[in-house]
């Protein structure tokens, strides 16, 4: 699985918090402690929150899909350019029937791009942003594509993010410039192709204009294009021109070399420096990204996440599901093992004999013990955990969800599911209902103690 760079951290921070800015606060009680007991700044806590929230509630699975929908829209818009350029070779050239007509070909091929990156370019100068018609649509298109409900918040997200250092321009500008290379290096080749095998004889026609405007502007606009050896026609060459197609090789190779460099030059080459220049851009002030710990949001998570200013006590809404333990701290030290037991009562003999190297933390019967061995496994998570619980009683959320915070602290976890009091029998309804509820957390279950595991680690 690819690791997160610091802009999808920022990113899902940022979604998170809209999230909760739009629905209230989510139940967070388990991310704040974990956030607590790491180590770091309040932004660094802020940030190990939101990852844990946004990856319990499927936000990170939805930010990897909108990241592959990006692509793929982005790879759908890119074929597009690429037949879009295509189309303007062939209106720009014909079917090689008739003369080609060189403005009419040349407004063919930059006429469009030309009109459209002027308009880019004042947006970015007078507005500060640029009109990016393409670069918004390839934002909706990766939000349709990636199709999941969780990321509904991380397009606002980002562009909020992005403004903030006004990035956003760059992001839009590097994607819709580069669309706009790929279509005229598209119109290139074909334009190179055609010439390649078809005979073009090339005109110019007026009615208003005189045949001295036609020099000037073919010699103007090839000035640049000659020094990087592309051919301008002649005087006389472009006079001849204003009558009738030339039939002189030299006259059609020297029309197809100035078509071809003036494409390259005022088309080509200013959409390559400004896909590189907004890159660039992009690049550098990436690594100026950050959260804006003014918003809201973020000034009320200061007073939970700081050890500080740490409050206890606070009863927070139970989670609307729970969610299934994927895997214990693996990434982290764990060592020795420990025996836990939930709601226990007063007529069941507790703890029983435990292996030196077995530890009891005792029965969790209150919330402020539960919290306190919370806070203990966080820091110190053991290696293997024991959580013995009455299957006469039901499995209501509560203790599943319970269940499940004890089990996500710990490398290896069995729920000891207790045996019935001498003369009692259990319900076989409601041990069949603890069974069903452990598989959806993914655990597994004992029916006699596993202090043989506890103790060793093997069955």
């Not at 550098?284 to 990204?289: A, C, D, S």
Request: with cysteine; proline share 5%; glycine share 8%.
């Amino acid at each position: 699985m690819t690791a997160l760079t610091p802009l999808d951290e920022l990113w899902l921070t940022e979604a998170v918090r809209l999230r909760e800015q739009h629905a209230g606060p989510l139940e967070d009680d388990e991310a704040s402690r974990r956030a607590r007991a790491s180590a770091g700044d309040l932004l660094t806590r802020i940030k190990n929150r939101a990852l844990w929230l946004a990856e319990r509630d499927g936000m990170l699975t939805a930010l990897r899909n909108w990241k592959q929908g990006a692509r793929l829209s982005l790879i759908l818009l890119a074929v597009f350019a690429v037949i879009s350029g295509a189309g303007l070779a062939f209106a720009a050239l014909g079917n090689g029937q008739n003369p080609v007509n060189v403005f009419w070909a040349l407004g063919s091929l930059l006429g469009l791009n030309l009109l459209l990156l002027l308009s880019w370019a004042l947006g970015l100068i007078f507005a500060g942003e640029s009109a990016a018609s393409l670069g918004r649509l390839w934002l909706w298109l990766s939000e349709k594509l990636a199709r999941d409900a969780q990321a509904a918040q991380l397009a606002p997200a980002l562009i909020l993010l992005l403004q903030r250092k006004r990035l956003n321009r760059w992001v839009l500008g590097t994607c819709v410039n580069g669309l706009w290379l790929l279509a005229l290096l598209s119109a290139l080749t074909l334009l190179l192709l055609l010439m390649a095998t078809r005979r073009y004889g090339f005109v110019w026609e007026t009615t208003i204009l005189g045949s001295d405007t036609f020099v000037s502007l073919t010699q103007g606009l090839g000035t640049v294009p000659s020094l990087l050896g592309f051919t301008v026609p002649s005087e006389a060459m472009i006079r001849a021109s204003g009558d009738s197609a030339l039939v002189i090789e030299n006259a059609r190779q020297a029309w197809a070399a100035w078509l071809v460099g003036v494409l390259v030059v005022y088309g080509i080459v200013p959409r390559l420096l400004l896909t590189l220049f907004c890159y660039g851009r992009w690049r550098v002030g990436r690594r100026h990204l950050a959260l804006d710990l003014g918003e809201p949001g973020f000034v009320e998570l200061r007073e939970r996440l700081m050890p500080s200013s740490e409050r206890l006590g606070v009863n927070d809404a139970a989670p609307a599901q729970l969610h299934s333990v994927q895997t214990g701290p693996a990434t982290i030290d764990s060592e020795g093992a420990l025996l836990v037991a939930i709601e226990l009562d007063d007529l069941r003999p507790w703890p029983p004999k435990l292996p030196k190297t077995v530890a009891d933390a005792g029965i969790l019967d209150s919330r402020e013990s539960r919290r306190m061995l919370l806070d203990q496994l966080t820091r110190y998570p053991p290696a293997r955990l024991a959580i013995a619980c009455d299957p006469r009683r039901s499995p209501d959320r509560g203790s599943l969800a319970l269940i499940a915070e004890l089990a996500r602290c710990a490398a290896s976890t069995r729920v000891w599911l207790l045996p019935a009091p001498t003369g009692e029998a259990l319900d076989a309804n409601r041990l069949g209902d603890w069974h069903t509820a452990l598989k959806q957390l993914e655990l597994k279950w004992a029916d006699s103690a596993p202090l043989t595991w506890l103790e060793t680690g093997h069955d």
